[in-house]
């Protein structure tokens, strides 16, 4: 198990909606075998540039543990996700 992180940039919305989003991914890198270590909610802050025609957005970090071969499947389900403007998958040193 290596350890990972992603940020993910949600639709600014109402506050259950940005809820919801946060849980869908925690429950898929649990799905997959992963283990979630924290979940840091950074909050609405502008982008640089529009992205999909919006100008704000719900800003999320999450570190977890998981198997280098299901981070493709985490990140196809993220991709899918209509909520989700941008994401990113990194992984950390340990």
Known sequence: MNKY???FIVKPAEEE????TVEKVEALIARVGGTVEKVDRWG???LAY?????TDG???LINFEADPAEIKE???VIKINDEILKHL???REA
């Open 44 to 46: 609405k802050r502008r």
């Open 89 to 91: 998958i990194v992984k």
């Open 5 to 7: 992180e992603v940020m």
């Open 74 to 76: 985490i990140d196809r």
């Open 17 to 20: 909606v940005i809820n919801v």
């Open 50 to 54: 529009a992205v999909k025609k919006f």
């Open 58 to 60: 719900f800003y999320v």
